[in-house]
């Protein structure tokens, strides 16, 4: 059930790992996002897609300060229509696929090691995570 949280151990989701969510939108869904959290409360990669201004709005969050968004390209999605999303960690930024397709890319803004925790938020009915 959305909202999710889950706590992953070490470097599990580290450089060379995936991650991999299931989700559908809901029918009458404005916004979902995905935070990849480190345990001191920083949001690595806040990825917010935005019915409602037709974006999917990529960010971080350091010491309770949002930075600069990113928001380049079309919306992948559509409301009832389920998706896979999967987000790559490779050395020098997270790799971000929706149905197999590379959607886009977001330069790591801090240490890509830290991972302490995955957060789904918002309007949609999550199926399945997975981490590979
Ligand atoms: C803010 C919004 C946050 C987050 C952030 C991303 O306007 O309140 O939830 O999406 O933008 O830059």
Redesign the pocket.
């Known amino acids: 059930a959305v909202p999710y949280e889950t706590g992953i151990s070490g470097n599990s989701l580290g450089t060379g790992k995936a991650l991999t969510i299931y989700a559908i939108p809901e029918k009458k869904a404005k916004r979902f996002?995905i935070n990849l959290l480190k345990r001191n409360g920083d949001i690595v990669l806040?990825f917010?897609l935005r019915f409602d201004e037709k974006a999917v709005?990529r960010?971080a969050l350091q010491a309770g300060e949002?930075g600069k968004?990113e928001r380049e390209g079309k919306v992948p999605f559509e409301k009832g229509v389920g998706f896979d999303l999967t987000i790559k960690n490779e050395p020098y930024a997270f790799q971000i696929f929706v149905n197999n397709d590379r959607f886009c890319t977001f330069a790591h803004r801090s240490n890509p090691h830290e991972i302490s925790g995955i957060q789904v938020q918002g309007d949609l009915e999550l199926l399945a995570i997975q981490i590979v």
């Open positions: 996002n806040h917010n709005v960010n949002w968004e």
